[in-house]
């Protein structure tokens, strides 16, 4: 089975300072993809980073950084020099063959908030 | 370039009521997928399909029908609405790449009340 764990319900994070949001995973595919998506209050689904499984190196994406630890199932989404715009939820999700085809599961986000 | 795009956007349905949840995509993407996404809660996935002709089950797919007769298309059919269908829709697309270039597009979204 395939499975994403997002156990942060909510963060804060003071503007300009970096925050780590936890995402652990799942699965018996040794081929697999990560994934982080964010999505503001106006509710369209943004694409951050992305980390494969075979990745040797962990993804990088301007502000964004995934601590990948492929050993511990984890992949953490690192932002530095936290902006305003960054208020919104963070979904962590993962590509993995599950009993069949490819698919792509969510796990259920964490909300960050910036303070100024 | 459309991208994915998904009508309605929003809509209203009485219980019981039956309707088709429109998606298409100009990427000749063979990935698919239908996701709904409650208020607060994160995105579980009710079908997906790999290509024309081909779909599966995801994890939520009681109370909807898809199917997929081209590349393009990929309705959700919502028959005899529940108010427990009450929800935002989304569909998404991605190719059959591997690596940074097989994340998924989104639609916009649909929001749909069933009272």
């Known amino acids: 089975a395939q499975k994403i764990t997002q156990t942060q319900p909510g963060m804060f994070v003071q503007e300009k300072e970096a925050v780590t949001l936890d995402c652990t995973y799942d699965?018996?595919?040794?081929?697999?993809?990560l994934f982080w998506y964010k999505q503001p209050s106006s509710g369209e689904m943004i694409f951050l980073i992305y980390?494969?499984?075979?990745?040797?190196q962990n993804a990088t994406e301007g502000r964004y950084s995934l601590n990948f630890q492929k050993a511990r199932k984890s992949a953490n989404l690192v932002i530095s020099a936290s902006q305003l715009g960054d208020s919104a939820m963070y979904f962590c999700?993962?590509?993995?063959?599950?009993?069949?085809?490819?698919?792509?599961?969510f796990g259920i986000g964490t909300k960050l908030q910036v303070i100024p | 370039n459309a991208g994915v795009t998904q009508t309605p956007k929003f809509r209203i349905l009485k219980i019981g009521q039956s309707m088709t949840l429109q998606c298409a995509q100009d990427?000749?993407?063979?990935?698919m997928y239908w996701y709904r996404q409650d208020p607060g809660m994160g995105l579980k996935l009710i079908y997906y399909?790999?290509?024309?002709?081909?779909?599966d089950k995801g994890e939520v797919p009681n109370g909807y029908n898809v199917s997929r007769s081209t590349t393009e298309d990929f309705p959700l059919r919502l028959e005899l609405a529940a108010p427990s269908q009450t929800s935002v829709y989304f569909c998404?697309?991605?190719?059959?790449?591997?690596?940074?270039?097989?994340?998924?597009?989104f639609g916009s979204g649909t929001q749909l009340s069933v009272l």
């Open positions: 999700a993962m590509r993995a063959n599950s009993g069949g085809y490819q698919k792509v599961a």
């Open positions: 399909s790999v290509g024309a002709g081909i779909t």
């Open positions: 699965t018996s595919d040794p081929s697999y993809g």
């Open positions: 998404a697309s991605s190719p059959p790449d591997r690596g940074p270039r097989e994340k998924l597009f």
């Open positions: 990427m000749n993407h063979n990935y």
């Open positions: 980390q494969g499984s075979y990745d040797q």
